[in-house]
């Protein structure tokens, strides 16, 4: 593990320079805007050393408290803010006052960082350190230039600030469930993000045609990879190991195949989908190539989410986590080189997101192949046994078919959106990532909870299961809620890190002063689902989605919408739908915890 470090310790002091030498390309560009004179740049740079020097003095402190990893993470989520901060700043006094979270972050990691290398490592891996803070420092200002070119001063801040963010969820070691679910859609997301910010909205719209496609071939094969989960834990729980063992080779197989097929639909059928979706025809042409190229990557995805099941389930969160930050990393490296570099757009960030989920992919079974205990691959097992593989698709099939169907339901609500014009197309599309990379962070608690209660149920302790279930509920709806009301607070903030367009903002706006007063709802409904898989149960879960949000979302498309015809009553159907669908749920694992946990019937 500790070699597996080292990449993100040089990332981190990559991360670390990159800011470092910012100030000094743009503040030609800078000084006249912000109303300045241009030995005024000498004052920022005090006040970022003043505070570098103040945090660094009390970085051994808060490394006793709270652990190399956390301090990181935090400097560098406060780095991050920093720059983001500076990206809208319209007057000196306001590039002052981001100077002190900037230079307080920036002193705490690098005497964090330091003082872990000195004691952990060799001491030539100090000369690679402050090499790599070199490789930042140089790579700044070719940034910066490049967005002095475009998006002015603001776009290279809130590039820079985008890579420190990414650096924050490989760094959070301390929730590595929860960052292996956000990265994984991060795949997407930056796609998003990257395409609207640095080539055109419609080349933002393009790739937002597809997102519900994405979500729903990338929540079938996340539904099979829980499944696996499930499966490996009651193994573990019981302490079978050949049954472990066979779940394991066989989901290999299942994952692998499954991940093929939906490959090649997506190349066969990515444009008959699309008009299917009512695409607008300036985006289509960008939208099949980008669906295309980025269906390559399925199979490894597949693949991925087979390995994260086993190593989840086997309490190993921190090693998915790491390959998964990897990738992003590179995903988003990729991006930038092929939209701002090779002027690709769609088709770039599509072929970045293909490598980085092959890269994960081999980063997983890399180690899984080199495991010493009943989780270990061995190619020469690999074959179906009828019983594993029945028990892992009773799960992971309605699982898989219960993300698919929220994807399809979504699917009706894509054709009300592509009824307006393509500025609210591309608006909703932006506003859209919120909610992806909300409920992926939901969907970690989820995950958590069909282990626990799966695990739990195997080791005959049938006490915590209603615990586990409870404590996911609450937590779930916390974060919902918390994320929700800050998108309310600071929506347009969120959307300028996806579109330039005023109205595109705007009309982002539309979408997420609705969806914010609805994450915390959909909680209900979820937890209640897992607790059901992880008692064995997904069939009923699953028919019951169907009715209250595939079959109510579209009643309500073609009555409620049809009649209004606004944005506001189109979205409202989320709220209503997670609300009747959650009271189900619930009711129908209150059934199922009486009837096959305290009654004792064998799955």
């Not at 910066?144 to 990414?166: F, N, P, T």
């Amino acid at each position: 593990m500790a070699s597996l470090l080292l990449p993100i310790i040089y990332l981190a002091f990559i991360s670390l320079g990159l800011p470092d030498a910012l100030l000094g390309a743009a503040w030609p560009t800078m000084y006249p805007q912000l109303g300045a004179q241009v030995s005024w740049a000498g004052g920022v740079s005090m006040i970022i050393s003043a505070c570098t020097i103040l945090s660094a003095l009390a970085s051994d402190r808060l490394n006793e408290r709270l652990g190399t990893g956390r301090v990181t993470a935090i400097s560098v989520a406060t780095t991050a803010a920093a720059l983001f901060g500076f990206s809208f700043c319209h007057a000196f006094w306001q590039l002052c006052l981001w100077a002190i979270p900037y230079g307080l972050g920036a002193g705490s990691v690098d005497a964090a960082l330091n003082n872990y290398v000195a004691l952990h490592y060799k001491s030539r891996h100090m000369s690679w350190l402050h090499c790599m803070w070199g490789v930042g420092a140089s790579l700044g200002p070719v940034i910066m230039g490049q967005a002095l070119a475009g998006s002015g001063w603001q776009g290279g801040y809130r590039i820079i600030g985008i890579l420190q963010v990414v650096l924050t969820v490989v760094l959070l070691f301390s929730l590595p469930l929860m960052m292996t679910q956000v990265l994984e859609v991060l795949f997407n997301l930056s796609d998003v993000a990257i395409a609207g910010k640095f080539a055109d909205y419609l080349a933002l719209g393009a790739v937002g045609s597809t997102t519900l496609l994405v979500s729903l071939f990338t929540g079938l094969l996340i539904g099979i990879g829980s499944g696996v989960n499930v499966v490996v834990a009651r193994g573990l729980g019981l302490g079978s190991h050949e049954d472990v063992e066979k779940t394991i080779h066989t989901s290999l197989l299942i994952c692998s195949g499954i991940g093929i097929v939906v490959c090649l639909v997506c190349l066969l059928l990515a444009k008959p989908m699309l008009l299917l979706l009512n695409t607008k025809e300036d985006l289509l042409s960008g939208a099949v190539g980008y669906l295309r190229i980025y269906a390559l990557g399925m199979p490894a995805m597949a693949v991925y989410n087979f390995g994260n099941g086993v190593l989840s389930a086997a309490g190993d969160t921190k090693r998915p986590l790491l390959y998964l930050s990897i990738a992003g990393v590179v995903n988003v490296a990729l991006n930038l080189f092929f939209v701002i570099q090779c002027h690709m757009a769609a088709l770039g960030v599509a072929i970045a997101s293909a490598i980085a989920q092959w890269l994960s992919a081999l980063l997983i079974m890399r180690h899984l192949m080199s495991q010493k205990d009943a989780c270990r691959v061995h190619l020469k097992k690999l074959c179906i046994d009828k019983a594993a593989a029945k028990r892992v698709l009773m799960i992971g099939i309605p699982s898989g078919l219960q993300n698919a169907i929220f994807a399809v339901a979504n699917l009706f609500v894509q054709i009300g959106v592509n009824s307006f014009d393509s500025v609210m197309v591309s608006g909703s599309s932006a506003a859209a990532n919120a909610d992806t990379l909300i409920f992926n962070m939901m969907s970690a608690f989820y995950t958590g909870c069909a282990t626990f209660v799966s695990r739990n149920w195997g080791a005959g302790k049938t006490d915590r299961i209603l615990k586990s279930y409870r404590i996911v509920l609450l937590y779930s709806f916390l974060v919902g809620s918390i994320c929700g009301g800050l998108l309310l607070l600071f929506g347009d903030k969120f959307l300028g890190l996806f579109a330039n367009e005023a109205d595109v903002i705007a009309a982002g706006m539309q979408r997420l002063k609705i969806m914010g007063f609805s994450f915390g709802v959909s909680a209900l409904m979820d937890a209640s689902i897992a607790a059901s898989r992880g008692i064995g149960r997904s069939i009923i879960p699953t028919i019951i989605v169907i009715m209250g949000s595939c079959v109510f979302r579209v009643i309500w498309v073609y009555t409620v919408f049809a009649y209004f015809g606004t944005i506001p009553s189109l979205f409202l159907l989320y709220i209503f739908s997670w609300a009747i669908t959650g009271i189900a749920e619930w009711a129908y694992f209150r059934h199922s915890y009486k009837k096959y946990i305290l009654h004792g019937q064998i799955w």
